[in-house]
C-alpha cells in the first residue's frame, strides 16, 4: 500500500468564504500515483470547513447566507467569546458544514458523482490555515 501525504494552505482575504478545491487535490492525487485507494481532505483548523457539492456560485451565497442566519457573526454573543475570542460563530458554522471530505479513487481519477467536487469553506480567516490530503492505496 502506498500513502501520500499533503498539506494545503488558505488564507482567504474575507473572514467567510468557500473556496473550489478540486484542483488542488488532483494534483496531489496526480503526484501521489495512487490509482485505486481512498483521498481524505480535511480541514485541520476547528473554524474552517470541507465539503463537497456544486461548483456553482449562487449556491455558495446561499451556503454563506444560511450559515450567517443559523450562528451570525456576534463578538459579544456566545459564551466561547467570553474567552477573548470573538470567533464564537465560526466554531458552529464548521461544525454544520462539517470537517472533512472522503473521495473514492478508481483508475487515479476521483471518483465524482455528477456535479461533486470538493471545497473549503472559512469562516475565521485573514490568516494562514491548513487541510490535509492524504491519499491511501495502490
Ligand atoms: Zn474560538
Known amino acids: 500500500m502506498k500513502a501520500h501525504t499533503a498539506y494545503l494552505t488558505f488564507n482567504t482575504p474575507e473572514r467567510c468564504a468557500i473556496v473550489h478545491i478540486t484542483p488542488k487535490v488532483e494534483a496531489e492525487l496526480a503526484k501521489s500515483g495512487i490509482k ?11 473554524t474552517a470547513s470541507v465539503f463537497i457539492n456544486d461548483n456553482e456560485g449562487g ?46 479513487v478508481t483508475k487515479g481519477r476521483l471518483d465524482f458523482g455528477p456535479w461533486e467536487r470538493i471545497f473549503y469553506g472559512e469562516f475565521d480567516g485573514q490568516r494562514d490555515k491548513r487541510v490535509l490530503v492524504k491519499i491511501i492505496g495502490e
Not at 63 to 84: C, M, S
Open 36 to 46: 485505486e485507494g481512498l483521498c481524505l481532505v480535511n480541514a485541520m483548523h476547528i
Open 59 to 104: 449556491l455558495h451565497q446561499d451556503f454563506l447566507q444560511w450559515v450567517e442566519k443559523l450562528a451570525p457573526y456576534d463578538a459579544r454573543g456566545y459564551r466561547h467569546n467570553l474567552t477573548g475570542e470573538d470567533n464564537g460563530d465560526a466554531h458552529l458554522k464548521r461544525t454544520i458544514m462539517g470537517r472533512e471530505a472522503v473521495v473514492a
